[in-house]
């Protein structure tokens, strides 16, 4: 998957492979704006010329991430079988950059009953809550996909709102 480099190249180098965290001090200035307006995802566009991804489709995430997410959220790994990966998705136009709900969305209001579901103390604002959240845009694009009608309101909803995202810079 193409991306314009958002992060210093040894962004790295003591932590192994980590997710952008917001306020993320190894993202550039120069990235910083790429992530808000989500031009960094622009390079992509090959990739769909390529075949290997779709304009829109649940977003994918790093191999080796994708392993350790998918032992910690069950059905995690359901949201990309059978669909390819796309620039831009349903969880990309409702969730920030990293995954987190946006506070006026509808969702926002459920995130105390969607995270941390064990009620572990110290796990507030965890990966694991942002990646579940995400799942559940992702299961829910892909059940759209059952019904043709449901699709292409979901897709063209998607298509429509994902300029929105980028001109009001909400991908922090």
Do not use: W
């Amino acid at each position: 998957m193409l991306k314009f480099r958002s992060m210093r190249p040894d962004a790295e180098k003591f932590t192994g492979v980590v997710v952008a965290t917001a306020n993320d001090p190894r993202i550039t200035r120069v990235g910083r704006i790429l992530r808000k307006t989500r031009l960094d995802e622009l390079p992509q566009f090959i990739n769909v010329l390529l075949g290997q991804m779709s304009l829109v489709g649940p977003r994918p995430e790093r191999p080796e991430l994708a392993e350790q997410l998918a032992m910690a959220i069950p059905f995690f790994e359901e949201r990309m079988r059978d669909v390819k990966p796309g620039i831009t998705g349903l969880a990309q136009v409702n969730l920030s950059y990293t995954g987190k709900p946006l506070p006026d969305s509808i969702i926002a209001k459920y995130e105390p009953d969607l995270t941390n579901p064990f009620k572990m103390e110290g796990t507030e604002d965890a990966l694991a809550d942002h990646m579940r959240i995400k799942l559940l845009y992702d299961l829910a694009y892909c059940a759209a996909m059952e019904d043709l009608r449901s699709f292409l309101a979901v897709e063209i909803g998607i298509l429509v709102r994902t300029p929105l995202v980028m001109l009001r810079a909400l991908g922090t």
